[in-house]
């Protein structure tokens, strides 16, 4: 993601985007699930691509009727240059959440960072604290929407402008952190329950080991972030 930010020209996004398209294919996720994922960045890619359009000086292309703002050619190419490389860092984000599970994302977490408890960080309990957080992202999500049904089905209305329905979602705030502080509880009493200390050195059913399939993922990152910053 870093590699694609740092990039100044399409052709190094293309070959970060074929990066991309063959972890898609190596991970068996279909493309369609990846590329859903842009959707919900629509509102954000229209920004940054008017932005450019209109704000960035050359050679104008089209006068807006009425008004003193153009568009220009080096406009619409810087737009759709950041709209691209937008995506590609989203893409890639969705790819590591679509692929990885939460206690293996948590588990290389912990593994990576182990070097800081010689400084007495508790490595252990903040890899811990981005598992749950992790699962319970969409619990809640689904908690939201179930209060939002049961408000509309006694005759709520969630519609209007920005202002009135940001207005209308408050009265789920208070019965969502409720739910939210309950399963929190819960989840506290059965870590408890399972004889869980804070602290004590943990054992794992997995033991994370390199691999030959990670040295040729690990080449084929470098390659391709050495071909990034090489075009650049």
Known sequence: MIAALSSQSFLALSIFSAFLA?????????????????R??????????????????????????????TISVEG??????????LA?????????????SPMQLTNGLERLFNPAKRIGLPVAE?????????RFIPVLVDEAERLRKAQVARGAEFGGNPLRRARSLLPLLIPLFVSAFERADRLALAMESRGYQPGLPRTYYHQLALQRGDLYAGIAIASTIAAIYWVR
């Open 22 to 38: 063959l972890t898609a294919l190596l991970s068996r996720l279909p493309i369609r699930m990846v590329i859903a994922n842009l």
């Open 40 to 69: 919900v960045f629509v509102w954000l890619f229209t920004f940054t691509f008017g932005l450019h359009a209109f704000l960035t000086p050359g050679t104008v292309l089209w006068t807006l009727p009425f008004t003193t703002w």
């Open 76 to 85: 619409l190419r810087m737009g759709s240059f950041f709209c691209f490389r």
């Open 88 to 100: 590609t860092v989203v893409v890639s984000a969705a790819l590591m959440t679509l692929a990885t």
């Open 126 to 134: 903040l890899a811990l604290m981005i598992s749950i957080t992790l």
